[in-house]
């Protein structure tokens, strides 16, 4: 005989929900995380290469200011992020209240982003690749320069 508690507890997400609920999280911290990283390394550059060099900032507070940048343009961009995800198809996930609540899903739902965010940081790199030996000349050769 089971007490009224044991009979009426949720059973918890599937495999099959888990998985989705880590797509669905991870994805749009794809978009965050390329954004992110890919904006704050424009910014920074850029801001190293003008006003770093006419103020005599260091490299690192370029790179703060960056990040500055990035944060304030992840602030307007992050619905458009979350929108995009939704027409590529990403529902929530059909679960109940309790079943939300559950820690294997709020771990999942954590680890999707963690990965999402990581996917996008690395790919949002891509700035680099465009960085060349004359911005680092650039800086060297003017006088204000640290």
Known sequence: ???????FEPSPPTPAQLRYILLH????FIGF????????IAAGTQIELSIGLTLGISTMAAAA??????????????????ALAVRFGMQI??????Q?????????SHMG???????????GMFPLLF??????????KHPNSK
């Open 65 to 82: 200011l960056g990040n500055l940048v990035s944060d304030l343009a992840g602030l307007g961009l992050a619905g458009y992020v979350e």
């Open 93 to 98: 996930p059909d679960l109940t209240p309790k």
């Open 100 to 108: 939300v609540d559950m820690w294997q899903t709020r771990v999942t």
């Open 1 to 7: 005989h089971f007490s009224k508690k044991e009979r």
């Open 113 to 123: 982003k963690a990965i999402g965010i990581t996917i996008g940081c690395i790919l």
């Open 25 to 28: 999280n991870a994805i749009p």
């Open 33 to 40: 995380g390329f954004l992110d990283n890919a904006i704050m």
């Open 131 to 140: 960085l060349s030996d004359d911005d680092e000349e650039k800086k060297k």
